[in-house]
């Protein structure tokens, strides 16, 4: 299972090419010519950059939903919305498309977030300001999520 580590910045050129950082391309070397897919964050304004292989995983999950069921379908239609599969070019560059670049509001200074099996695609100054915002207490939100789940340090 994939783990992504580090917060990368990078810079968007004018056409929305970036370049995949070294460190970031290095946790990728097994698998990085199966390619990515690139779509929308349910809950923030950035992009979500999936490997293959992680999408394929994903996909399964939505797959079973029934499709008869509109609430299912309606969903699915809007977690589609926007999805591109993209690769790097021979320099190590991807391209964002011009409506996710605008979803997302990217301008020149972007920010690659490590999210565990995917990489949050972030405008530099809203990632900033999401992970500064004052109204959120990162301690209470910890113990709120984490506070209650098992907690074993061993290393077996």
Not at 26 to 54: A, H, N, T, W, Y
Not at 61 to 79: E, P, Q
Request: proline letters at 3%; aromatic letters at 10%; hydrophobic letters at 45%.
């Amino acid at each position: 299972m994939l783990n992504f580590i580090g917060v990368h910045e990078c810079k968007a050129d004018d056409k929305g090419r970036i370049m995949f950082p070294a460190p970031l391309r290095r946790q990728l070397l097994e698998i990085i010519d199966q390619g990515f897919v690139v779509k929308r964050s349910v809950f923030d304004r950035c992009l979500e950059l999936f490997p293959m292989s992680e999408w394929n995983k994903e996909m399964d999950r939505i797959n079973k939903l029934n499709r008869f069921v509109k609430k299912n379908n309606d969903f699915i239609r809007m977690f589609m919305a926007g999805v591109k599969v993209l690769e790097l070019d021979s320099n190590g560059r991807f391209l964002i498309a011009k409506d996710l670049m605008t979803y997302a509001g990217l301008q020149k200074e972007v920010v690659l977030v490590a999210s565990g099996t995917r990489i949050e695609i972030w405008d530099k100054e809203k990632y900033e300001a999401a992970v500064n915002d004052p109204a959120t207490d990162f301690g209470a939100l910890a113990e709120e999520v984490m506070g209650s789940m098992p907690y074993n340090t061993s290393t077996e």
